[in-house]
C-alpha cells in the first residue's frame, strides 16, 4: 500500500489548493473581460433592450463590395448607391439590399 508521511501529504494537498485559486483567478480574469465586453455592448445599443432580454445578435460582414445594376437607370453603382437592411444577411454574411433601385431612383 502507498505510504505517504504528512509533510508529503500536505505539501500534495497544498498544491492542489493552488491549482484551484488559480483556476478561480483565471475564471474571474475571464469574467471581468466579459463584463466589459457586455459593457461596450450595452453603450452601442441604440434600442436600450437588456442583454438578458435579447434573443440574439446579427453578425455580419458589412456591405457587400460590388457593383450592381440598378433596376431602374440601368447603371451599374457601387454598394455605397443602395439602401440595406441592418437586421438581415445573406447566405455569405453581407447586409441584404432593400430593393434593386438605386439612391438616386428610389
Request: contains cysteine.
Amino acid at each position: 500500500m502507498f505510504n505517504m508521511s504528512e509533510n508529503e501529504f500536505l505539501k500534495a494537498k497544498i498544491n492542489f489548493l493552488i491549482e484551484k485559486i488559480s483556476i478561480y483567478e483565471e475564471l474571474d480574469a475571464n469574467s471581468k473581460a466579459f463584463k466589459i465586453l457586455i459593457d461596450k455592448l450595452l453603450c452601442s445599443n441604440p434600442t436600450n433592450i437588456n442583454i438578458e432580454d435579447s434573443k440574439g445578435i446579427i453578425i455580419h460582414r458589412g456591405l457587400p463590395d460590388e457593383f450592381i445594376m440598378c433596376c431602374e437607370c440601368k447603371k451599374y453603382l457601387n454598394n455605397l448607391h443602395y439602401n440595406y437592411y441592418n437586421n438581415r444577411v445573406d447566405d455569405n454574411g453581407y447586409l441584404i439590399r432593400i430593393n434593386n433601385k438605386c439612391l438616386n431612383c428610389s
